[in-house]
């Protein structure tokens, strides 16, 4: 199949990107590199998450990121939403999306979300059904698409049985996720035909994280079979607390320069964003993951 002739990239570093960041960031250094993203030309960032505070405390400030995003026309601001809980606060703080999160592994369902992966379906239904009432959409992930930290190989078929769930129950969009970076290029291709067989190929992201530095091979694997929306995380910043040793998200700069080398456009100015990836490296203090942003602007940030 021909690469599509644009991507649409969903910015996921201040969710993603800091939800597993040891020392607290401030919500001021949150908004400013929300502000940051949004001025690159990025069209949708994922901004926080509103899950317990117990389990994930770097995002313990999500009301306060949320509510007080300086709002940038033609930029969608998102949260993760795992219960009514969440949805009703991410709703009363100006949400404009909201995305729902399960797994393709039991264990990793468990560990992440204190639920079996059928309880999860279950709790999600009335999620979609309060955010359609308040004209919100609704977005699925799948996680532990390409493996799983507890279970190993994952078999497509239950990927594409979970994508099909979401999408039955009204996510219009899929996010597939290489929750720990294992996949290779041929498994994320049958994966995602697996999936395209009860997921019209249009509603499916790639959500690929760069443990074993193979998320942009997988990338063009997937391009290759006609996706043609991508996540990814600025400065290659990330992890998920409950997949142990699963590293950063694909660095957008790394993305964009791969995407703009293919002739697919994405809006984004490449500089811009390198320039964003490497204030936060230095706000935070860790070197920058995305091999692109130090080539291009130097390695500024690095401990
Ligand atoms: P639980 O303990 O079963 O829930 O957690 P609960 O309903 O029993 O509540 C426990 C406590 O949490 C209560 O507080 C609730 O009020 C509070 P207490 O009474 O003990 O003081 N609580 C909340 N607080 C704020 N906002 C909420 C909320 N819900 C409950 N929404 C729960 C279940 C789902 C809440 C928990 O497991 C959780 O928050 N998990 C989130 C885990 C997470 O965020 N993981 C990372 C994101 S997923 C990911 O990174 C993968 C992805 O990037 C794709 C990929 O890479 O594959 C998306
Ligand atoms: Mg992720």
């Not at 560990?111 to 999600?124: D, G, H, P, T, W």
């Amino acid at each position: 199949m021909p690469f599509a002739s644009a991507v649409r990239l969903v910015e996921v570093g201040p969710r993603d990107g800091l939800q597993n960041e040891p020392e607290p960031i401030s919500t001021q250094t949150k908004l400013e590199l929300i502000d940051r993203l949004g001025a690159t030309g990025l069209g949708y960032i994922e901004a926080a998450s509103f899950v317990s505070p117990k389990w994930v405390p770097q995002m313990a400030d999500h009301r306060e990121v949320m509510w007080n995003l300086a709002r940038l026309d033609g930029v969608t601001y998102a949260a993760l939403t795992p219960n009514l809980k969440g949805l009703e606060s991410a709703l009363e703080c100006g949400a404009q999306e909201v995305a729902v999160f399960g797994a393709a592994s039991e264990a990793f369902s468990q560990k992440n979300i204190n639920c079996s992966v059928a309880e999860s379906l279950e709790r999600f239904a009335p999620i979609l059904e309060r955010a359609w009432q308040a004209n919100v959409r609704v977005r699925g992930y799948v996680s532990c698409v390409l493996g799983c930290p507890y279970e190993g190989e994952i078999a497509p078929a239950r990927v594409a049985e979970v994508a099909k769930a979401l999408h039955e129950m009204g996510c219009y969009e899929i996010s597939l996720g290489d929750t720990i970076g294992t996949g290779t290029p041929l498994k994320a291709k049958r994966m995602v035909e697996a999936v395209a067989r009860e997921v019209p190929l249009a509603q499916l992201a790639a959500h690929f994280h760069d443990t074993y530095g193979q998320a942009l091979t997988n990338l063009y694997a997937v391009l290759e079979e006609g996706i043609a929306v991508i996540d990814s995380s600025v400065a290659g910043l990330g992890g998920c607390p409950y997949a142990k040793g699963a590293s950063g998200n694909v660095a957008s700069e790394d993305v964009v320069y791969l995407l703009d080398g293919l002739g697919i456009e994405t809006g984004v100015d490449l500089e811009a964003l390198a320039t964003t990836g490497r204030w936060i490296c230095e706000q935070m203090r860790r070197p920058n993951r995305s091999r692109v942003g130090v080539a291009l602007i130097g390695a500024a940030g690095e401990v």
